[in-house]
Structure formats: structure tokens, C-alpha cells
């Protein structure tokens, strides 16, 4: 299948892979059968390689609804994004819809994606991220001319989604992987182990990616590992992480964190590519 370069994220997301994109692709197997993905996110890996065939999967609803409006209503959605307004008021209308159930399961799955992206493009620093109720909980960005219908991307994204053999599936990362054979190729981009006690990122599911839950992702990548698959890893270059997966192949990669409500801890963070191939 031949690469189409608009095909491009569509949401900005934290831990977006767009910057590390040279270091990854760096790193990526030549030939492999189908092509997993179980944190998608943003989805910058994906839209890079653009696969033939493809498992993909996030434990975020909202996004995977997203990604599945764009595959099969992009022309509607188009239309919906186009009624959205860059103002404070009605940002905090839409944002407070999913403060009430019963109102937020009215809109229709086209309405939940405009909403998200809408709120995605005007919210503060670009940033997806929900509190422990599960309610996006971003301030109005204050944006001059925010890029709130990007129809070129959009259809794009809409058509190679079309074309390529596709699973999206919104479940835990173990599952995501079920029935994977030798030859196929997982990137794993998880949640970052915290670099300090404080950065800890309370991320885009309420549900949170504790130590145990790294360990429990290291464990899949040994049994991923013992039946021949190949998997590529990033994470935060913390002490933890480095020894977790001291057996593997690891490079340390620096990358700039645009995501953080201080602008004095915006900057370079050092990234480890974990992988078990040459």
C-alpha cells in the first residue's frame, strides 16, 4: 500500500509520538505480517508506518469512537466540527456535556467525536485529560484561529482507514494481543512511568498505569518474546524502567515534553527504545 503523507494525526495527545517519529522509525522491523498497536492514542506511529493490516487499540473509549466516526462518517463529522464556535462560553458548554449521563448519551457517536476533537483543538496546551470521574477537565485554550476542522487530514485518515484491514479494539493492552502469531510486530508506547514523584500525569483514563502495571506490561513483552514476535517499546528512561527491561536491546533517546502546566518542566526528557530484535 502505497503511503499517503497527509495521513496525520488528527488529535494532539499526551506522550504523542510526533517528535520521537526520526528516532522510531530508526528502530522499526523491515517486514512484518500485521502490525499491533494496544496504546494508539494519537496514533503518529500508525499514520507513519500506514499499514496493510493493523490491530489497534486504546482503553479510551472517546477515541476509539473517534477513530471509527472517521472511518465511516468523515463527511458528517466534517459538518459537525464546522458548528463548533472558539469561545469561552460555549467551550465550557460543551466541554460540562459530559457532567450529566443522561444529556451526554443523548448525542450520537458523530456528536461524541466533533466534541472531542473541538475540545482537543481550543482546550489549554492541547490536552487531553479527564479526572477521576472520567470528565474532561481541560481550561479554554484562548486560541486566535484554532485549526478546529481539518478536512484534508481528516479524509485522508478517512480513506486510509477504509483501505487498510483494520481491527480497532477498546480494551486492556493483554487482550489487545490475543491470538497474535510469529511474524507480527507490536509498539508498545504506555503510559510513562513517572520521572519524579510529582510529575506523575493523572492521564487520559481514569483508571492509571501504576508500577504494577508496567510490570504486568514487561511480563507480556517476555511471553510476546518466547513466541517470536517482535515488540518495540518506549518509555521514560527512569531507573525503573532501565532495569526492568535491562535484558533487552535499549537506546536512550532525548525528547522534548511540550505537555505540562509548568513551562519550566517543558523540555528534554530522556526516552528509552526498548526492542527485542537486532
Known amino acids: 500500500m502505497k503511503k499517503n503523507p497527509l495521513v496525520a494525526p488528527v488529535v494532539k495527545w499526551a506522550g504523542g509520538k510526533r517528535q520521537l517519529l526520526s528516532d522510531i522509525s530508526k528502530h522499526l522491523p523491515k517486514n512484518f505480517s500485521t502490525y499491533y498497536e494496544p496504546f494508539l492514542g494519537g496514533g503518529a506511529v500508525l499514520f507513519h508506518l500506514q499499514p496493510g493490516r493493523a490491530v489497534v487499540n486504546d482503553i479510551n473509549e472517546e477515541l476509539i469512537n473517534m477513530y471509527l466516526v472517521i472511518r465511516d462518517n468523515v463527511e458528517e463529522l466534517v459538518d459537525s466540527l464546522k458548528k463548533h464556535k472558539n469561545e469561552k462560553e460555549y467551550y465550557y458548554m460543551i466541554r460540562d456535556l459530559d457532567r450529566d449521563k443522561e444529556k451526554y448519551n443523548q448525542l450520537s457517536n458523530i456528536e461524541k467525536a466533533s466534541r472531542i476533537i473541538y475540545l482537543n483543538k481550543t482546550c489549554y496546551n492541547g490536552l487531553f485529560r479527564v479526572n477521576s470521574q472520567g470528565q474532561f477537565n481541560v481550561p479554554f485554550g484562548r486560541y486566535k484561529n484554532p485549526d478546529i476542522v481539518n478536512e484534508t487530514t481528516l479524509r485522508a485518515v478517512s480513506n486510509y482507514l477504509n483501505k487498510a484491514e483494520i481491527t480497532f479494539k477498546c480494551t486492556d493492552f493483554e487482550e489487545a494481543v490475543k491470538g497474535i502469531k510469529k511474524g507480527a510486530f507490536v509498539y508498545f508506547d504506555p503510559p510513562y512511568d513517572p520521572v519524579s514523584d510529582t510529575s506523575s500525569f493523572t492521564g487520559y483514563d481514569i ?72
Not at 532495569?243 to 533487552?248: N, S
Not at 518542566?265 to 530484535?277: A, F, M, S, T, W
Open 207 to 278: 483508571n492509571g498505569f501504576d508500577k504494577k502495571e508496567q510490570e504486568r506490561l514487561k511480563e507480556l513483552c517476555d511471553k510476546l518474546d518466547k513466541r517470536g514476535v517482535k515488540f518495540l517499546l518506549s518509555n521514560s528512561a527512569t531507573d525503573f524502567i532501565l532495569d526492568l527491561y535491562k535484558d533487552y536491546n535499549t537506546t536512550v533517546v532525548k525528547a522534548r515534553r511540550a505537555i505540562n502546566s509548568k513551562g519550566n518542566r517543558r523540555g528534554e526528557i530522556d526516552e528509552v527504545l526498548v526492542k527485542n530484535y537486532d
